[in-house]
């Protein structure tokens, strides 16, 4: 059953009892309002009971709260705007306390990222990495900070990495001009998904290369088109797009890049240490070496 949320309260929305509909008119007017809240909450808010809310839930097939908690966060936080995270942002934080609470979320993110990650979409992604001709790497907006990164580590490894463009014109499909089947594109999307990364990769798939998607959930628009979906959880309820787990998962895939290479990483890195020296690209008595 992978409809989500507001999909299944239409289908079955005739038949819900009279506080069943009090509840999902309330879910579908206060996206912002009801991310990461207590069934106890929900069911204050909206004006319900609590066995309300759970029987509502499981109603619709999920499991229980936790699950139809996680799916009301998944699909509040892709159709909010800026001012509806910003709003959000100072309810679900207190000003005294935003270093601790904002630490502790990002910590939670990548705890469960380590426990769900495939590990075998992992370790494809990585070996499909390692035997490109070319490695394309996607991602605008937030994301870009990420793509950048990832290029600049892969840009050491591999022969030949390009970083497409961050733009909204034809600059990113001219790059992509010559991509085919014995390339890699690694796309990185996270909400609100931009519509560039997802036509990037649609073009790569035509072109028969192949996809690693980073992305925040399997139901992501670039999950299905990819052969490899790693996902790392990530926070947008708020002004900041936290993706520190997404960074963190990044992290991983370069340093088992690197491991799989082995001699040629090797190999490259004693050639830059040379050109450092010989050009004193780092002031090394300031760092007191």
Known sequence: MNKNLYDRIEENYDSFSKSQKKLAEYLKKNPDRVVS???????????????????FATFLGYEGYKQFSEAIEEQAINHMS???????????????????????????????????????????????????????IAGVRSTAP???????????????????????????????IHIDLRDVMIAI???????????????????RARVIAITDSEK???SSRADFCLVAKSDMASIVDSLVA???????????????????????????????SRYDFYDVEQAGL
């Open 82 to 136: 800026s001012v509806d995270r910003l709003r959000m942002t100072s309810e679900r934080l207190e000003r005294s306390d935003v270093l601790r609470q904002t630490l502790n979320s990002d910590i939670e993110k990548i705890l469960k990222t380590l426990s769900s990650i495939d590990g075998e979409a992992f370790d494809g992604a990585v070996d499909a990495i390692c035997r490109a001709r070319k490695v394309y």
């Open 37 to 55: 809240v207590t069934a106890k909450t929900l069911a204050k808010n909206a004006g319900v009971s609590e066995p309300t809310v759970v029987r």
């Open 246 to 276: 997404p960074l963190s998962l990044i992290n991983a895939l370069i340093v088992a890049v690197s491991m799989q290479m082995g001699d040629v990483v090797s190999e490259n890195m004693k050639k830059l240490e040379g050109f450092y």
């Open 220 to 222: 992501a628009p670039i």
């Open 189 to 207: 999307s996270f909400p609100r998904y931009s519509m560039g990364t997802i036509r990037a990769v649609d073009f790569a798939k035509r072109e």
């Open 146 to 176: 990420l793509a950048s990164f990832l290029y600049s580590y892969l840009n050491l490894m591999c022969e030949e990495v390009i970083l497409l463009g961050n733009g909204t014109g034809s600059e990113m499909y001219e790059q992509m």
